[in-house]
C-alpha cells in the first residue's frame, strides 16, 4: 500500500474513533427525561427521527415550555393492551401535566417552596400588647387547661381585646362612613407587592416625626417611583420600642387623660394627600400605633386615606427585616362583618 493512502487512512481512522468517542460520551451525558427540568410531571415525547432513534435518543417537551433531547423511554405496553386510542391518553397526560407544571421561575411559586424567604410583621398578642389608652386591652382567659376524664390533653380560651391595639388592621369605615368595612377589602390591597421607605434616620428619638412629601420623594429618587398597586409600609425604627409601651406610646397612663400624653411619629396629612393624589397605593402600615402621630387630634391622615378605601396597617413589627423594594406582603385581618378593624397577622417575603 501507498505510504500516502495509509497515513490518510491512519487519520481518517483517528478522526471516527474521536466522533465515535465523542458520541458515547454526548450518549451518557444524556438523561432519561420523563420530568422536564422545571416541571414535576412527565414528558411527551416528540415524533422522533429515525437517526435518534438509532441511537435509542428522543426529542421531549412538556406544556411549560421545556424541550429537550432525552434517552428514549419505551412506550408502556399498559396503553397499547388497553385498547385505549392515544388521543385519549394524550389529552389525558396534557391534564396532568397542566396542573402538575410550572413555568421555570414563577415567583409566586418560589415564594412559597423558599419558606426561609418568609418575615413575620406581626407582634404577638399577650397582655403586653399596645392598645390605645381608651380601648380594652389584649385578655386571654382560660376556659380549659390539662388532662381531662377522658385521658387525653385539652386547652381552650376565651380572648377579648378592642379591634384597635396589636398589629391591627384599620378598614376604612374606621374614619370614613360608607367605605369598606373589614370584611369588604379586596384581597389584592392586603395582599402583594410592598415597598418599605425607612425614616427611621430621620426619626432618630423625635416622637412627634411627621413623615413628609419630602421624604417620599427622597425614597423616590433613589429607588424610584412607589409603584401603583403596592403596599406601602413607612418604617420610622419605632417598632423596636414596642417591649417598653412608655417609649413607644409616650406615656404608660391609661383613660381619656391618656391620649393627650401620646407621642409617636405619623403620616402628614399632606403626605396622605400627596399619596391620594399622585400615587395608586394598595394599602398603608406603620410600625407606630396610628397612622397619625401621637400628638393629631384631627386624625386627618386616616380621614384622607380612607375616604379612598386605602386600608392601613397599625403597630407593625420587624419592618427593618424587610426589603426597601421587591418584598411582598400578606396581611390577612381577621373577617369582622362590619368591623372597623381587627387582628391582624402580616407576614412578609424578601
Ligand atoms: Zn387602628
Ligand atoms: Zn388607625
Request: net charge negative.
Amino acid at each position: 500500500m501507498d505510504t500516502n493512502v495509509f497515513i490518510v487512512l491512519l487519520l481518517f481512522a483517528g478522526v471516527m474513533l474521536r466522533v465515535v468517542l465523542i458520541g458515547l460520551v454526548a450518549w451518557f451525558i444524556v438523561p432519561r427525561r420523563k420530568v422536564c427540568p422545571h416541571c414535576h410531571a412527565g414528558t411527551m415525547a416528540l415524533v422522533t427521527s429515525p437517526v435518534l432513534g438509532r441511537l435509542r435518543l428522543q426529542r421531549r417537551w412538556c406544556v411549560c415550555g421545556w424541550s429537550g433531547l432525552s434517552k428514549r423511554i419505551p412506550v408502556v405496553a399498559r396503553d397499547r393492551e388497553s385498547g385505549v386510542p392515544a388521543p385519549f391518553v394524550f389529552a389525558m397526560m396534557t391534564v396532568g401535566f397542566s396542573t402538575a407544571c410550572a413555568p421555570p421561575d414563577d415567583p409566586v411559586r418560589q415564594l412559597f417552596t423558599e419558606s426561609e424567604r418568609w418575615v413575620d410583621l406581626t407582634h404577638a398578642f399577650d397582655e403586653n400588647a399596645v392598645y390605645w389608652p381608651t380601648a380594652r386591652p389584649f385578655a386571654l382567659d382560660t376556659v380549659s387547661w390539662g388532662m381531662t376524664d377522658g385521658g387525653y390533653f385539652y386547652s381552650a380560651f376565651n380572648f377579648t381585646a378592642a379591634e384597635h391595639g396589636g398589629t391591627h388592621l384599620d378598614a376604612p369605615i374606621h374614619f370614613a362612613e360608607g367605605r369598606q368595612a373589614a370584611h369588604e377589602i379586596p384581597l389584592d390591597r392586603l395582599i402583594g407587592p410592598a415597598v418599605v421607605v425607612d425614616v427611621s434616620a430621620r426619626v432618630g428619638d423625635n416622637a412627634d416625626y411627621l413623615v413628609s412629601v419630602e421624604d417620599l420623594e427622597a425614597f423616590e429618587d433613589e429607588h424610584g417611583r412607589i409603584p401603583d398597586g403596592s403596599i406601602l409600609l413607612l418604617d420610622t425604627g419605632w417598632g423596636r420600642r414596642w417591649s417598653d409601651p412608655e417609649a413607644y406610646l409616650g406615656t404608660t397612663m391609661t383613660g381619656p387623660e391618656a391620649v393627650s400624653q401620646l407621642h409617636f411619629p405619623g403620616l402628614d396629612p399632606d403626605a396622605a394627600r400627596w399619596l391620594v393624589e399622585q400615587r395608586a397605593i394598595a394599602a398603608i402600615g406603620i410600625d407606630t400605633p396610628s397612622i397619625d402621630s401621637g400628638q393629631s387630634t384631627t386624625f386627618e391622615s386616616h380621614r384622607i386615606l380612607y375616604e379612598q378605601n386605602i386600608p392601613g396597617f397599625e403597630n407593625v413589627a420587624n419592618l427593618e427585616s424587610m426589603p426597601v423594594t421587591g418584598g411582598y406582603v400578606v396581611a390577612l385581618p381577621m373577617k369582622i362583618r362590619g368591623g372597623s378593624g381587627g387582628p391582624l397577622r402580616i407576614v412578609g417575603a424578601r
